[in-house]
């Protein structure tokens, strides 16, 4: 069942026209379906519990689309949170999330981020290296509480849809190797102010092959063997992120279910509790960019324009990744006509898409950016003083804002011109 679907009016999520939401709002605006959040959360988790995995922490990243309200939808059906800096712990908190299912993972944790999440008592710092161990020991010891960690490793494995986004490799930053992970384990288990209570790993994102995941599952499984035989506590197993989504032009990736299936393959009989942290699947194909055709801006030697009111500080995966997004007008068109397709930033980079074949349209048309509802609004700026791109949730027949764009005045109070200037 999609819940973005052409209706009498044009494009609709769920049962509310984008062109009616688009004319209350303004655009450019973020549209996020509340049951397509809710049927990928149920979708993922009845996927794991028939591949007979029990009980998982399904600690959704808080990173694809931070909004409190999305947070909230996920929550309430038993999420957890993946999170990466204090703020987002926060989102969790504020969304009522509560800190046994809230994961801080991140390669360069502030102290004062770990005092902070020390403090609310979150499930499980994931820790990424020896001096990050040292520091959370310091800070465990100093507030006499001890810290819930697990190890995160790099098992490297090449995996994840563009360079930018693969996190697997013993090249990039993130986590230990397998020794380091061993060795550090041991330490931990010694020491006071420590719990480890795991081992997680993440490879990367926008993966679409199954291939390198089992690769890395199977060594994590490998990991946990070799402690529980050296007679180490190990009570979870975190697995990450990264299962792709359709965008309309990469490889299908797999589904929940044969990703599902894969795990429950991989970690049969461990006798441990296992995390993930999803972002992109639950989120993505939740949610949609609506922008507005200013013009159509046609070269003498041929080339098309279509210059639309979204820009790259609103959606900049197309001009941080070369991402694809599909680019539908929300009222269907007959015929076709060639467009590149740009916002109004002063940058060449804050191009959408070139030479792309789409139905003709004019200025005053409303299109939307398909599979936009992770790492959509959540890496949005202000870049050009441009105000931050409001977000909508769409339940059934009614839709309230969940982020409201900002007026130019709050904009610009938070500039301070000191009284020497
Ligand atoms: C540690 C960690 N967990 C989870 C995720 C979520 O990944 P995805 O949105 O691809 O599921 C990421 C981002 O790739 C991450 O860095
Ligand atoms: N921001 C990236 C994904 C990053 C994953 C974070 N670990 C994207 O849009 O594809």
């Not at 360079?163 to 986590?175: H, R, V």
């Not at 002063?346 to 349209?361: K, N």
Request: aromatic share 6%.
């Amino acid at each position: 069942m999609n819940h973005f679907e052409y209706g009498p009016e044009g494009l609709a999520c769920e049962g509310v026209s984008l062109a009616h939401i688009a004319a209350e709002v303004g655009t450019p605006v973020y549209v996020y379906s509340r049951a397509t959040l809710e049927r990928h959360f149920t979708v993922f988790r009845d996927a794991l519990e028939l591949a007979g995995v029990a009980a998982p922490l399904i600690a959704y990243a808080v990173k694809a689309n931070s909004n409190v309200a999305v947070l909230k939808v996920l929550g309430d059906l038993g999420a957890g949170a993946d999170t990466v800096s204090e703020g987002e712990v926060r989102r969790a908190l504020s969304a009522g999330i509560p800190a046994d299912r809230i994961v801080f993972s991140g390669v360069g944790k502030a102290r004062r981020e770990i005092q902070f999440a020390l403090q609310v008592g979150v499930a499980e710092i994931n820790v990424e290296s020896e001096p990050e161990l040292n520091l959370i020991a310091e800070v465990a010891a100093e507030l006499g509480v001890r810290a819930k960690v697990a190890f995160r490793v790099n098992p490297d494995v090449a995996a994840g849809g563009h360079a930018k986004i693969a996190t697997g490799k013993a090249e990039n930053k993130f986590g230990v190797s397998f020794a380091e992970a061993a060795r550090l384990y041991a330490n931990a288990s010694n020491n006071a102010a420590l719990e480890p209570i795991g081992v997680a790993c993440h490879i990367g994102s926008q993966i679409t092959d199954l291939a390198p995941m089992r690769a890395a599952f199977s060594k994590m499984r490998g990991l946990v063997e070799q402690l529980l035989a050296e007679g180490l506590s190990v009570e979870r197993l975190d697995l990450g992120g990264g299962l792709g989504v359709p965008y309309f032009n990469h490889p299908e990736p797999p589904s929940p279910a044969d990703f599902a299936t894969m795990v429950g393959e991989v970690t049969a009989g461990l006798p441990v509790r296992l995390a993930f942290e999803p972002g992109r699947v639950i989120a993505a194909n939740a949610g949609v960019l609506v922008s507005e055709v200013i013009h159509v801006h046609e070269r003498p030697e041929g080339r098309k324009f279509l210059v639309i009111d979204a820009a790259m500080n609103d959606l900049v995966r197309p001009a941080m990744y070369d991402a694809f997004h599909d680019i539908r007008p929300l009222v269907k068109r007959d015929g076709e006509a060639v467009y590149d397709v740009v916002g109004p930033v002063c940058e060449t980079g804050d191009t959408f898409t070139r030479d792309r074949p789409m139905p003709p349209l004019a200025a005053g048309d409303l299109v939307a950016f398909m599979s936009a509802g992770a790492y959509g609004a959540a890496m949005a700026s202000e870049y050009n003083t441009r105000p931050l791109v409001p977000e909508v949730l769409v339940d059934g027949d009614r839709f309230a804002v969940i982020r409201a764009r900002p007026t130019y005045d709050a904009m610009l109070a938070r500039d301070l011109v000191p009284d020497w200037v």
